[in-house]
């Protein structure tokens, strides 16, 4: 690591770089249909998104002190994901959905079971039309009511790229030094 250099431009190269590999394994995982893996892709897509806007939303040197924190591989003091995520999703209006579903698939949890059990009827009616009705509004399907866990995998990739194309723009907001007011949140 260059001494001289700012740990914003390491932290945005960080998260760059996670966002990179995270495409690449999308598109193997996509090839092979592993939906467990490709939804946990996701979950960790949307951290790297959650994250960033979390920083835009703090001051200047809350904001330095949690990128000098990533920077240093170290976690982040007095941050919750639920305080990040409830941020993101003022934002965003999908994010809870996508978030929880996602974290289901880094916890060993039912939803593995995904080959034998429909992973969207294990979910509460409310979750399940909350994440089909993002679904359809943001990338066009699965249009059927009674859709079930394998409709839902072939919107995966565009799933990714909504939630990759976002970080991007906030990474951009967050290298020009920006804030996102408590309106835009």
Same mark, same amino acid.
């Given at each position: 690591?260059?001494?001289?250099?700012?740990?914003?431009?390491?932290?945005?190269?960080?998260?760059?770089?996670? =966002?990179?590999? !995270?495409?690449?394994?999308?598109?193997?995982?996509?090839?092979?249909?592993?939906?467990?893996?490709?939804? @946990? #892709? &996701?979950?960790?897509?949307?951290?790297?998104?959650?994250?960033?806007?979390?920083?835009?939303?703090?001051?200047?040197?809350?904001?330095?002190?949690?990128?000098?924190?990533?920077?240093?591989?170290?976690?982040?003091?007095?941050?919750?994901?639920?305080?990040?995520?409830?941020?993101?999703?003022?934002?965003?209006?999908?994010?809870?959905?996508?978030?929880?579903?996602?974290?289901?698939?880094?916890?060993? =949890?039912?939803? !593995?079971?995904?080959?034998?059990?429909?992973?969207?009827?294990?979910?509460?009616?409310?979750?399940?039309? @909350? #994440? &089909?009705?993002?679904?359809?509004?943001?990338?066009?399907?699965?249009?059927?009511?009674?859709?079930?866990?394998?409709?839902?995998?072939?919107?995966?990739?565009?799933?990714?790229?909504?939630?990759?194309?976002?970080?991007?723009?906030?990474?951009?907001?967050?290298?020009?030094?920006?804030?996102?007011?408590?309106?835009?949140?």
């Amino acid at each position: 690591m260059n001494a001289t250099e700012p740990q914003v431009v390491i932290f945005l190269r960080q998260v760059r770089n996670r =966002s990179h590999e !995270h495409r690449q394994a999308m598109n193997l995982l996509t090839s092979a249909r592993l939906a467990g893996q490709m939804t @946990a #892709i &996701l979950r960790q897509e949307l951290d790297s998104m959650v994250r960033v806007i979390y920083l835009l939303t703090q001051t200047v040197e809350r904001r330095t002190l949690l990128i000098n924190t990533s920077v240093q591989g170290k976690k982040w003091p007095k941050v919750t994901d639920k305080e990040m995520v409830d941020i993101a999703q003022k934002l965003q209006g999908w994010t809870q959905s996508v978030y929880k579903f996602g974290c289901a698939f880094i916890h060993l =949890s039912g939803l !593995h079971d995904y080959k034998h059990r429909d992973p969207l009827h294990l979910l509460s009616p409310e979750e399940r039309s @909350a #994440i &089909l009705q993002h679904c359809r509004h943001y990338h066009g399907g699965p249009m059927q009511d009674d859709a079930t866990f394998d409709d839902l995998i072939s919107f995966f990739p565009r799933v990714f790229e909504k939630i990759s194309s976002n970080l991007g723009c906030y990474l951009e907001a967050l290298e020009r030094g920006e804030a996102l007011d408590d309106h835009e949140t």
